[in-house]
């Protein structure tokens, strides 16, 4: 599957038809391959934002097998000005316990509030571990990575997905997040080094 692209029709339902498909495919491909991170296989889905990433981790996940842990990387950024720094956090927190066999753990950022919930959430060191969100697929964790999926699609498709999603009201932190973003995947190359690349536009 290495280096493979999906390009489902623009009139496909993102739910079904080749989606249902794809996700299927991949979900079969995550449990024939190694476990790299400890027994854990981990598996990224990173993009843009506005690419489909929650709605696609939560529908692989489900194809993966019922309880699969997502960790969202937006869970663990201390604020919009952590967008690639928060790493060590998730590092300490999800991936080291993780390689151990032991279970993970994190206090996801309450957006609103701005600052880390007090309560903590567990990760369990199960067979396979989705990683969602902007760097997820970075090249520091690229070697302990069972499958790395990169999401793109249009950045107008992009724009009004992300509008629809918050209301616009984020529209002039987003501005700036996609800057920061595009910065990253150039000089880290991740759609190029990912396993599956999906254009998400429908």
Known sequence: MTGRSYR????????GGEWGTTIAEIAREVWAR???LGETRLVAVDGPSGAGKTTFAGRLA????????????????????????????LEEWVLAPLREGRAGRYRPYDWEAGRFAPEWREVAPAPVVLLEGVTAARAEIRPELTLAVFLTAPLDLRIRRTDLRDGGRLASYLEEWRRGEEAHFAADATAHHADVVLDTTT
């Open 8 to 15: 489902p029709a623009p009139t496909e339902p993102f739910e």
């Open 62 to 89: 489900g194809a993966i097998g019922p309880g699969t842990p997502t960790v969202h990387t937006d869970d663990l950024l201390d604020g919009w000005g952590d967008q690639v720094t928060f790493w060590p956090r």
């Open 34 to 36: 190694p476990p790299r």
